[in-house]
């Protein structure tokens, strides 16, 4: 009887009041004619509003609370009380136990199954295999067991819990010593590298100091190099203090554009399970220091030369070989900073950015540092000629102490703004606002998208991005997009073969996990369309609202 109405209800989409007569029909079938009086005084002297319409599985039922009406005397009408239907599918959906009875349907992937459960290959062929949406980008979908039948697969195997926890434990002490000789083994191979290393002739250089800011790097280690050689010398030969400041300066130069060049090897090794974005702020941490080197090896030396030469002074022996020295370092170092301007404009042209915002916001920090540590050098060898001539025309050696505070002055604020730049990096800067706001507009442009909150778009550096967004999607659409793929035919008859509160519970779990599906697809579909449309977008983590 239950089917007939259920059926008759869905296809006339009938009223509360047609619904209530067309169970008085079924009770009257069910019940004899006899009742039918009965049932239709109670429609007379009661209220819909007083009856409750009650599912069973056998029969159509329905109580009253007791009907009196003033002016007919008291009438009573004392009907059994049955649970509702929507009262007996919560009873149903209440009584599930959500512990490891329910989690036997849960889902685990081949390796997981013979890591946890130490099963092998061809035991799992004899289980059943289910395809999954995979998370990944390469591959479309993979395999994975039933937990309930792993488990049960290992009882067979293993015989007994306890026999499974014992071969547990054996292969994790195995596993333990398996790592403790790995380790003994990289360190051995290590040890053979470096000895190979001082018998056999030096490698090619890596590709990456052939351009951009490794080629500038090299670049300055190779003039830097030769300028500090060469005042050194001069320094020895006229015991001037603003050449003992140029001097120092030359080699805190090299010695960071040195640091500068291990940093942008770092910087472009594979990413590993221990640094799964990458070394690209070895750059940053190597400029970093970079900056504190300068100050206390370039800044630190040229006042202490200099505070100690306003102390006691000494006479200056000829200065002609200095001249020559500093000219020819004007040179070289005037050549080095054309090098990191030209490097430094390609590369904004590149961002669509002016220059000073490209240098002021640090985004190549290495080119930055040659760029920054030249410039100081031009403005360093100016003020040191300066400061020696003075001392040549007048005789007084104090001229030439100024100079040397003026060059360590120079050098600390060259430090002083590397320091800053480089610790805004590593801090976890923010990419320009028009690109948060084209990625922005991408998501909410999508139909599957009804909000985004909390945006955050990272400078990883070298050019890589990290997105993270709350995305509110829309549950319409995306369940639109999971109909779209499904007979709508045989939805409708499973639909009607509903009969039970566990068959209802059955269609929606398994409807509703393919929705989930679904809605873990438009994830996928959306972090490819933000990494297509913006290269510089690496890392994307969408989280669900």
Known sequence: MLPGLAAAAAAHRCSWSSLCRLRLRCRAVACGSSDLQEWQNLVTFGSFSNIVPCCTLNQVKLYSTNVQKEGQGSQ??????????????????????????????????????????CLKSSDLEQLRKIRRRSPHEDTESFTVYLRSDVETKSLEVWGSPEALAREKKLRKEAEIEYRE?????????????EFLGNTKPRSRPTSVFFK?????????????????????????YTGSASMFSEAIHSL??????ALLALGISKSVQTPDPTHPYGFSNMRYIASLISGVGIFMMGAGLSWYHGVMGLLNPQPIESLLW????????LVSEGATLLVAVNELRRSARAKGMSLYKYVMESRDPSTNVILLEDTAAVLGVTIAATCMGLTSITGN????????????????????????????????????????????ELLENDPSVRAIHDVKATDLGLGKVRFK??????????????????????????????????????????????????????????EKELKKRNPEVRHVDLEIL
């Open 252 to 257: 805190s130069d090299t010695c960071n554009q």
């Open 322 to 329: 200095a001249y020559c020295i500093l000219a020819g370092s």
């Open 181 to 193: 000789r790995l380790f003994r083994n990289q360190k051995i191979l290590r040890e053979y590298r």
């Open 397 to 440: 050696p104090l001229y030439d102490s100024l100079g040397s505070l003026g060059v360590g002055t120079l050098l600390g604020v060259v430090s002083a703004f590397l320091i800053y730049t480089n610790t805004e990096a590593l801090l976890g800067r923010s990419i320009q606002p028009e690109q948060v706001q084209r990625l922005t």
């Open 212 to 236: 951009g800011p490794g080629k500038v790097v090299m670049v300055a280690i190779c003039i830097n190099g030769l300028n500090c050689f060469f005042k050194f010398l001069a320094w020895i």
């Open 469 to 526: 967004a709350e995305v509110d999607f829309d549950g319409r659409v995306v369940t639109r997009s999971y109909l779209e793929k499904q007979d709508f035919d045989q939805m409708l008859q499973e639909i009607q073969e509903v009969k039970t509160p566990e068959e209802l519970e059955t269609f929606m779990l398994k409807h509703g996990e393919n929705i989930i599906d679904t809605l873990g697809a438009e994830v996928d579909r959306l």
């Open 76 to 117: 009573t009408h004392k009907m059994e009380k049955v649970p509702s239907f929507d009262e007996a599918v919560k009873a149903v959906l209440k009584k599930r136990e959500y512990g490891p009875k329910y989690t036997q349907n849960n889902f685990i992937t081949g390796v997981r199954a013979m890591n946890e459960f």
